[in-house]
């Protein structure tokens, strides 16, 4: 039979506007954290990385933000592109950044 | 840097039969990480190297897998016996320093276990 998978949340946005991918995380311990990209066949690609010990952190087009208070990650991506679906990961390290986990992943789909 | 390679890209194989899953990290790397991806149950850490040298394995799922790093450009993951549950891509990553850094994927293994 069919098996039960991960639903991954799916956030669909239109070429040129702004998409805002969001993660909980589950350490409240968690002194690091990165942002990684996977395209369909590919491996995870690294984004961005944002230590605990700040709030916010640009690169190009990306943003990422951290709420400690609330255990709470985002990715806010300026001007989304055709080329930026994919599926879009928080991953958060621990114990001196010993230990790392994945979340299960967001899918981006933009609309031409 | 042609970056982190892993081969075979597909493996089809029987219930029941070995598989190896070979990866070279990236040159002057000296951390190598294996994870397995499933719908299942997502990105899963499985075991971690440093400096050849395994130092977590609390991800390896039972006795049936194994990973060695017999030297720095080179690591293998073993499944024997082979199980229709063990279907998944398996992704090899490499990293510098630490943990922490940035980790380069390979485009990883899809195995299919019949």
């Known amino acids: 039979g069919e098996s039960v998978g991960l639903h991954l949340p799916t956030l669909s946005v239109q070429e040129g506007d702004n998409s805002i991918i969001n993660c909980a995380y589950s350490n409240s311990a968690s002194d690091y954290f990165i942002w990684y990209k996977q395209e369909s066949g590919k491996g995870p690609q690294f984004i961005i990385d944002?230590?605990?010990?700040?709030d916010k952190r640009q690169g190009q087009r990306v943003t990422v933000l951290l709420n400690k208070t609330v255990k709470h990650l985002s990715l806010q991506i300026a001007a989304t592109q055709p080329g930026d679906s994919a599926v879009y990961f928080c991953a958060e390290l621990t114990g001196g950044y010993q230990k790392v986990t994945f979340g299960i992943g967001t899918k981006l789909q933009v609309i031409p | 840097d042609a970056g982190v390679i892993q081969s075979p890209r597909h493996e089809v194989t029987e219930m029941g039969q070995e598989v190896t899953l070979r990866c070279k990290p990236i040159?002057?790397?000296?951390?190598l990480f294996w994870y397995r991806q499933t719908m299942m149950r997502g990105l899963e850490l499985l075991i971690y190297?440093?400096?050849?040298?395994?130092?977590?394995d609390s991800g390896m799922p039972e006795d049936r897998f194994s990973a060695k790093m017999p030297n720095a450009s080179f690591s293998t993951l073993k499944i024997q016996p082979s199980e229709p549950r063990d279907s998944a891509v398996y992704f090899c990553a490499s990293s510098f320093g630490t943990v922490g850094n940035i980790q380069y994927f390979g485009a990883g293994t899809r195995l299919s276990v019949l």
């Open positions: 190297f440093n400096n050849n040298v395994p130092i977590d």
């Open positions: 944002i230590r605990s010990n700040m």
């Open positions: 040159s002057g790397h000296d951390y």
